[in-house]
């Protein structure tokens, strides 16, 4: 079965430092990966996505994910953080194999920047 | 605006009754997806169009739960006789026809549900 682990409910980080937010997946197949932002009371922003190629893909607000075939992760990253990051951010996986597109999402881990 | 639309954006209504929510996809895409989200979870899959034609069905849509998507554009989520349970954020999203580099899903802001 399709899962993915976002391992850290809430993440804290200064402004300015570098962030990272974790995302391990399981399918079957190869995947299809996506990371995505929600703020209160919204739906969520695509933020980027893997799909195959380059394993560094960049993304919206400066945002970039590392694909990790044998490690089966994908962390997202930044190398500066903003207070206007603070969000919540999912990770969602697809399996190639599957039919159709359903998203399968993470849990969701709470970004804190602090000024 | 050109993003997925869904009205209403709340709704509070009292177990037992019925009610139906909207989802107004972007114009050129023929997919079209309902989620739910929980508090502190993460969005789940409850249905897929492509076109008008439903094609997946999650075991989460139990059967108080139609959508219908009758000319392929809008569609529409009704929750028959609510239960507290079925409180939730329910999210819509829309994509391109498949083919390489279209697998986005686009969400619109979703319609939150409270039932007393």
């Known amino acids: 079965a399709q899962s993915v682990a976002q391992p850290e409910d809430q993440v804290n980080v200064a402004e300015g430092n570098p962030l990272t937010v974790k995302c391990t997946y399981s399918?079957?197949?190869?995947?299809?990966l996506f990371w995505y932002v929600q703020y209160p009371n919204r739906g969520l922003q695509f933020l980027l996505k893997?799909?195959?190629?380059?394993?560094l893909v960049k993304g919206s607000y400066g945002f970039e994910a590392e694909f990790n075939k044998s490690q089966t992760s994908f962390h997202l990253k930044k190398p500066s953080a903003l207070v206007s990051d603070s969000a919540l951010y999912f990770c969602?996986?697809?399996?190639?194999?599957?039919?159709?597109?359903?998203?399968?999402f993470g849990a969701g881990t709470r970004l804190a920047v602090h000024p | 605006d050109t993003g997925v639309s869904q009205d209403p954006r709340h709704k509070i209504t009292k177990r037992g009754q019925n009610v139906t929510f909207r989802c107004d996809p972007i114009?050129?895409?023929?997919?079209l997806y309902w989620y739910r989200q929980t508090l502190g979870q993460g969005p789940e899959f409850l249905t897929y169009?492509?076109?008008?034609?439903?094609?997946?069905k999650s075991r989460l849509l139990s059967d108080r739960f139609s959508a219908e998507r009758p000319k392929g554009s809008f569609s529409t989520l009704e929750i028959q006789r609510t239960e507290q349970g079925d409180s939730a954020m329910y999210l819509c999203?829309?994509?391109?026809?498949?083919?390489?580099?279209?697998?986005?899903?686009?969400f619109g802001p979703g319609t939150r549900l409270l039932v007393l």
């Open positions: 999203a829309s994509s391109l026809p498949f083919s390489v580099g279209e697998e986005t899903q686009y």
């Open positions: 399918v079957s197949g190869n995947p299809y």
């Open positions: 893997y799909i195959t190629g380059d394993n």
């Open positions: 969602a996986v697809r399996d190639r194999s599957g039919g159709y597109n359903k998203l399968i």
């Open positions: 114009s050129e895409h023929n997919r």
């Open positions: 169009f492509q076109n008008e034609a439903q094609l997946e």
